[in-house]
């Protein structure tokens, strides 16, 4: 079976490519995320990857991998920030706090669909205002939901992370790893 992944994050494939999955495609879906209210974080990152796997186009015998992760604080979305204004206000919003990160994961051969969603708690240490800007003015944030990333500097920001470190960084391989095997697959 041919793996697709429906994803144009870099870093979902370099997750992917790290536990030794080199053999997938990429074919990103062009979906308008528009939600009802009134969803629990879950309920929303599962409907977006479920919206992205319905989008993307693919063979039968084709397994399809999509996902959508979103940081929640107090329970509103921080999505990617549209500027360097909107990233200092989510980093200074986040900083000292705890919040969460969710993941939806869609899989799909043919007509089969299976959405699942993983969450995560992450905790920032305080930051000054100061420290906070040189962060941005790396670019790192800009492309990030909750304008903040782990696999780079803003590992320096987080204090504790309680949960699937791979979650945080945009795909939760144990729970993908779960979900493919019920297609047949396994990413070990």
Do not use: W
């Not at 370099?14 to 629990?40: I, K």
């Not at 329970?75 to 993941?103: F, N, Y």
């Not at 003015?137 to 470190?165: C, F, N, S, W």
């Amino acid at each position: 079976m041919k793996l697709v992944l429906g994803s144009g994050s870099p870093r979902r494939r370099d997750l992917l490519r790290q536990v030794g999955v080199t053999d997938f495609v990429v074919r990103v879906p062009d979906v308008a995320e528009e939600l009802p209210d009134g969803l629990s974080p879950r309920e929303t990152v599962e409907a977006v990857s479920l919206q992205k796997a319905q989008a993307v186009p693919a063979a039968p015998d084709e397994i399809v991998i999509t996902a959508d992760t979103m940081v929640f604080l107090d329970g509103l979305r921080l999505g990617k920030p549209h500027d360097e204004a909107d990233a200092l206000r989510m980093l200074t919003a986040l900083q000292g706090r705890r919040h969460i990160v969710c993941t939806g994961v869609t899989v799909r051969q043919g007509l089969a669909f299976l959405t699942r969603s993983e969450a995560t708690d992450v905790t920032f240490r305080p930051a000054s205002r100061e420290t906070l800007l040189r962060y941005i003015a790396t670019g790192e944030p800009m492309d990030k939901a909750g304008a903040y990333g782990l696999q780079a500097r803003g590992i320096l920001l987080v204090e504790r992370v309680d949960g699937d470190v791979s979650n945080v960084i945009g795909l939760p391989l144990p729970l993908l790893d779960g979900m493919l095997s019920e297609f047949g697959l396994r990413l070990l």
